[in-house]
């Protein structure tokens, strides 16, 4: 029966070995709607130096207000006012000729001008709209994208006292077809301010937290009182005493140091894979295992925490063909676990997606942290390490060779209209910009995996709360998650590499308390075996 046991879990297994290889994908934090990255090429010059900002230009068509169009405003040009109050309503009209590229025939005074892209440079648009008595020009755009506008080497020196604004191709055709029939189109411009406390990033710092925390204490606080000890969700195991011997019996893969630099280095090229060979196609597979380790996930979880709870269902059991006996309880949680998946993969766009995104990447995390493990911090000095370096490279480095971070362009999905599922998110729901907060699962599970750690070790060495590793190590990833979203903040959005953060709070302190205590010698050195068998003893 030990050989049918591992015939179902292997599936699994090698689902989540699969789905590893991308967890490291969005392992920096998201970067800020509100704000573009400039262009480092592009030239700064005397009035050609402002930042890149996301404009909202709200429309009235004949008096009725049309959807609000996100546009980006120029590299030159005035400055958009913060508050919606302040903005100034003015009538649209479009540019004769309409690329806006030589003297206009149209009257634009006091009005905001409507030009397509093309013909001659932007600076030179907004000149000629400008000379024709505009108080601001739409840009519309080739595509959906939001290009940046910026100047040329030839601009020695740029006074356009009015904003440019760049708008997507639909709606800027929209807007042009009203105008076309005559239709009396008012715009008013702004960019107003984030907030500067984002209460959706307080709320998915707690969630990062809570899963660590949930993930280390699972095994004893939740698992240790779960079913019958003989059955393993889904399939028997018979034998003798084999409830006193379920721990040994359990599936752990312990992560070794060379493991994890083939690790890091095998996700470094599955990463480049998937920048440069990103499609929908490839997004889907992404998708799909995501699915896979997250049915698994919610269905170990569900199955643990019911069996808790009610004891008595821990015990009934059904014949299956090909399974044998299994426990009622989980044959019939997997079909919920598989509907629950479905239907988020089915409706992921819809506005409260992100809520079963999250349910089924913390289950598949609490998972994972049981079912991997360090087995000291001399490998997880290899593994956290060469995450640390994995994850300023592609994030701040790939761009000087890439020419944009790879990380972030793939995380962000770009060209594919689908975003990677491996990551937390949650909407900021106090934004006048709206967008997402989001965590990689990288940056939950190899910090996770010293936490484990440092609990497991606590108890086999029967430290207490305060003189233990685990308190403090669960502060040190606290803070070190606070820290990276106050380098996103100061930083105006730039997407961080979260464990340039997280791991000297959570490995450079372990390393450090542990020299101070004395106990870095057995930290360095401790082992699996010396653990269960002090844990095992009455």
Not at 5 to 24: D, E, I, N, Y
Not at 80 to 85: A, E
Not at 141 to 150: C, I, Q
Not at 244 to 251: A, C, I, P, Q
Request: hydrophobic share 50%.
């Amino acid at each position: 029966m030990a050989t049918a046991r591992r015939a179902w879990r292997l599936p699994f297994v090698a689902a989540a070995a699969a789905a590893l290889l991308v967890l490291l994908l969005a392992c920096s934090a998201a970067a800020d709607d509100a704000s573009y990255d400039d262009d480092a090429g592009a030239p700064r010059t005397p009035g050609c130096s402002n930042k890149f900002q996301l404009v909202k230009v709200k429309n009235w068509v004949n008096g009725t207000e049309g959807a609000t169009v996100v546009g980006l405003s120029a590299r030159f040009g005035a400055p958009l006012p913060r508050d919606m109050h302040e903005a100034q309503k003015s009538f649209a009209v479009l540019a004769n000729p309409f690329d806006c590229c030589s003297n206009l025939t149209s009257k634009l005074a006091n009005s905001i001008a409507l030009a397509t892209r093309g013909e001659c440079a932007f600076t030179a648009k907004a000149k000629t709209a400008q000379a024709g008595g505009a108080v601001g020009l739409l840009v519309i755009n080739d595509n959906e994208e939001l290009y940046k506008m910026v100047c040329s080497e030839n601009d020695t020196s740029i006074n356009v006292t009015m904003p440019v604004v760049m708008i997507p191709q639909s709606a800027g055709k929209k807007l042009k077809g009203f105008l076309d029939h005559g239709a009396s189109v008012e715009v008013q411009l702004y960019s107003p301010n984030r907030p500067v406390v984002d209460l959706s990033a307080c709320f998915l710092w707690i969630m990062a937290v809570g899963t660590i925390v949930c993930a280390s204490l699972w095994s004893e606080l939740v698992a240790c009182e779960q079913v019958d000890e003989r059955y393993n969700q889904l399939t028997r195991k018979d034998g003798p005493n084999t409830g006193t011997n379920y721990s040994e019996d359990k599936e752990i893969f312990e992560i070794s140091a060379k493991g994890a630099i083939i690790f890091i280095i095998t996700a470094s090229v599955f990463l480049l894979l998937l920048f440069y060979f990103m499609s929908s196609w490839f997004v889907w597979v992404l998708i799909v295992l995501f699915c896979i380790g997250g049915i698994e996930g919610m269905h170990v979880c569900l199955v643990t925490l019911l069996a808790r709870i009610f004891k008595d269902c821990g015990q009934k059991t059904v014949q299956l063909p090909f399974l044998g006996e299994v426990l009622t309880l989980s044959v019939g949680i997997v079909p919920f676990c598989m509907v629950f998946a479905i239907l988020w993969a089915v409706y992921r766009h819809a506005s409260f997606a992100w809520i079963g995104q999250d349910i089924l990447g913390i289950c598949l995390m609490i998972t994972v942290l049981q079912m991997a493990r360090l087995p000291n911090i001399r490998v997880a000095s290899a593994l956290l390490s060469a995450a640390f370096v994995y994850d300023i490279f592609w994030v701040f480095i790939s761009p000087l060779i890439f020419h944009e971070s790879v990380m972030i362009a793939v995380a962000r999905g770009d060209n594919t209209g689908e975003s990677i599922p491996m990551l937390l998110r949650i909407p900021r729901f106090f934004d006048p910009w709206g967008g997402y907060d989001m965590i990689g699962f990288g940056d939950i599970i190899f910090p996770g995996l010293l936490v484990a750690f440092s609990y497991r070790f606590d108890r086999a060495s029967e430290k207490g709360i305060i003189n233990g590793y685990f308190l403090w190590l669960i502060v040190g990833y606290a803070v070190g998650l606070f820290l990276t979203y106050l380098a996103l903040f100061l930083m105006d959005g730039h997407g961080q590499p979260a464990l340039l953060y997280l791991v000297p709070c959570t490995l450079g302190l372990i390393v450090i308390l542990g020299w101070v205590r004395g106990d870095l010698h057995d930290l360095w050195n401790y082992r699996k075996g010396r653990m269960e068998n002090l844990v095992d003893e009455p």
